[in-house]
T-cell receptor, first 112, second 114 residues
Framework: GENVEQHPSTLSVQEGDSAVIKCTYSDSASNYFPWYKQELGKRPQLIIDIRSNVGEKKDQRIAVTLNKTAKHFSLHITETQPEDSAVYFCAAYGGATNKLIFGTGTLLAVQP | NAGVTQTPKFQVLKTGQSMTLQCAQDMNHEYMSWYRQDPGMGLRLIHYSVGAGITDQGEVPNGYNVSRSTTEDFPLRLLSAAPSQTSVYFC?????????????FGSGTQLSVL
């Protein structure tokens, strides 16, 4: 089945810097890759997603890139702000199954 | 519009007890799923359903049962609770079981098994 690895597990940046979180997946049939943000004590919420027929997608300060050949995708946050501090999860949706498999999460801390 | 509603929010069980975590959604979503969240292990899929009457196993199904008798409800049953099942449980739903879609999460149930 699908396996998703996520790095780093923790990331600390200064306000205004960029942050990059990387994920790899194992199932070449996976075709949908969302990113979720979970603030402390809250439920995860979708912040951006990308499908396998697209290489990059941007939404204001957030962007996601996908390399299907290497089976990895990344989340890029520019001009980080303290409110970006949270746990971020990547996930992969397998084409042959209906399972959305998550990575282990990255705790992002933005220092003011 | 309530979205995805989970009950209870907190629960303490003794080893060997059974209980049911309730999940209901009012968005007419076909797809529903249960995840558990443990420190350092992310969100792990327990069971999921692509429609009423259809359920399937996720990554960590052992010790849990589910049923989907209606579109709205997807309860998760712990048959004989064990300390290893201490976790935060999230129910999530989405519009269809087709090619990828946004998951709406409930607020979670924090379960402790002593």
């Amino acid at each position: 089945g699908e396996n998703v690895e996520q790095h780093p597990s923790t990331l600390s940046v200064q306000e205004g810097d960029s942050a990059v979180i990387k994920c790899t997946y194992s199932d070449s049939a996976s075709n949908y890759f969302p990113w979720y943000k979970q603030e402390l004590g809250k439920r995860p919420q979708l912040i951006i997603d990308i499908r396998s027929n697209v290489g990059e997608k941007k939404d204001q300060r957030i962007a996601v890139t996908l390399n299907k050949t290497a089976k990895h995708f990344s989340l890029h946050i520019t001009e980080t702000q303290p409110e970006d501090s949270a746990v971020y999860f990547c996930a992969a949706y397998g084409g042959a199954t209906n399972k959305l498999i998550f990575g282990t999460g990255t705790l992002l801390a933005v220092q003011p | 519009n309530a979205g995805v509603t989970q009950t209870p929010k907190f629960q303490v069980l003794k080893t060997g007890q059974s209980m049911t975590l309730q999940c209901a959604q009012d968005m007419n979503h076909e797809y529903m799923s249960w995840y558990r969240q443990d420190p350092g292990m992310g969100l792990r899929l327990i069971h999921y359903s692509v429609g009423a009457g259809i359920t399937d196993q996720g990554e960590v199904p052992n010790g849990y049962n589910v049923s989907r008798s209606t579109t709205e409800d997807f309860p998760l049953r712990l048959l004989s609770a064990a300390p290893s099942q201490t976790s935060v449980y999230f129910c999530a739903s989405s519009y269809s079981s087709g090619q990828g879609r946004k998951l709406f999460f409930g607020s979670g149930t924090q379960l402790s098994v002593l």
